[in-house]
């Protein structure tokens, strides 16, 4: 038995030690959740508009836009609940803050990123935002929360092939989205994700809304709610009863706390030349969106 042992430790020892090696090094690689953490801890205090929410509005609301000192902190499928754990993050922080812009779009008061295929990024916020999201180990590791041939890959493009893996400009704008792909395809297969068989997150989601809203009114924040524009095969295939219930439920918000809400859904001024896919738009439309924020913000 003790020769077994002595044999079983003798092979796992480098197998060990190894994963904490690969481990070490994919936590070096810099990343999007490193860069605005590190402009965050630094400059939350200067930050005048906050641009919160999910990948829409990673990709959608380009802060150089905007004539208020702005920075953009959303990230791809970045639910309510994240957004309020920045928020109280750097609650201190938070001197110069004067709006908080946040997308209400078709799934978002649906979807939680603890929940579904995106659980894998809540590892994100617990490694490079030191965010104690969740104490299991798989949220704590990069090997163990992401799939092997995606580690190879991001190990192979940095340290071998010397490729950047930032897709975020200095204020937070997601930058990958250029050009443009086939819209009927993507609307096709974005709706498939984003249409729900039911409403069971919702009072979390719409409590959640209301504690960021609170937090603002705590401090004299203005808080501005959209719905991204997206193509007309997205929003003309959207659940009626899902976008209903969506926009019945921010009017409640509205009345009740008077924050402002524009829907941009089906706004005709967005062009099929202005999205990346069916409901993101590429480097023309973010644009045009992030002057349309710019001005709702300075005329609240």
């Not at 041939?149 to 010397?162: M, P, Q, V």
């Amino acid at each position: 038995m003790k020769k077994f042992v002595t044999h079983t430790l003798a092979f796992l020892l480098p197998i060990v030690f190894l994963g904490f090696i690969v481990e070490a090094l994919l936590r070096r690689i810099p990343n999007d959740y490193k860069l605005k953490k590190a402009y965050l801890d630094h400059n939350a205090s200067n930050v005048q508009t906050l641009i919160l929410g999910n990948s829409h509005s990673f990709y959608g609301v380009d802060p150089k836009f905007l004539t208020t000192n702005s920075f953009n902190a959303a990230s791809v499928s970045q639910s309510l609940n994240y957004d309020y754990y920045i928020l109280k993050k750097y609650e201190n922080h938070w001197t110069h803050l004067t709006q908080i812009v946040i997308p209400i779009d078709y799934f978002t008061l649906y979807k939680n990123l603890d929940i579904g295929s995106d659980l894998w990024r809540r590892k994100n916020y617990n490694l490079y935002y030191d965010m104690n999201v969740s104490s299991d180990i798989a949220t704590n590791t990069e090997l163990l929360s992401t799939r092997f041939k995606s580690n190879l890959t991001r190990l192979t493009s940095y340290y071998i092939f010397k490729n950047s893996l930032i897709t975020t400009e200095a204020l937070g704008w997601g930058n990958a989205y250029k050009g443009h792909k086939d819209l009927q395809k993507t609307a096709r297969v974005a709706l498939s994700r984003h249409t729900v068989k039911n409403y069971n997150l919702l009072a979390d989601n719409v409590r959640t809304l209301t504690n960021i809203i609170k937090f603002a009114k705590a401090r004299n924040i203005d808080v501005v709610f959209f719905t991204s524009p997206a193509c007309k095969y997205y929003y003309d295939n959207v659940s009626q009863a899902q976008i209903g219930k969506t926009l019945s439920e921010v009017k409640k918000l509205k009345d009740a706390y008077g924050v402002k809400y524009v829907n941009l859904l089906d706004d005709k001024s967005f062009l099929d030349a202005d999205f990346y896919d069916a409901d993101h738009l590429n480097w023309a439309g973010a644009k045009k969106l992030s002057l349309k924020i710019n001005h709702i913000v300075n005329h609240l």
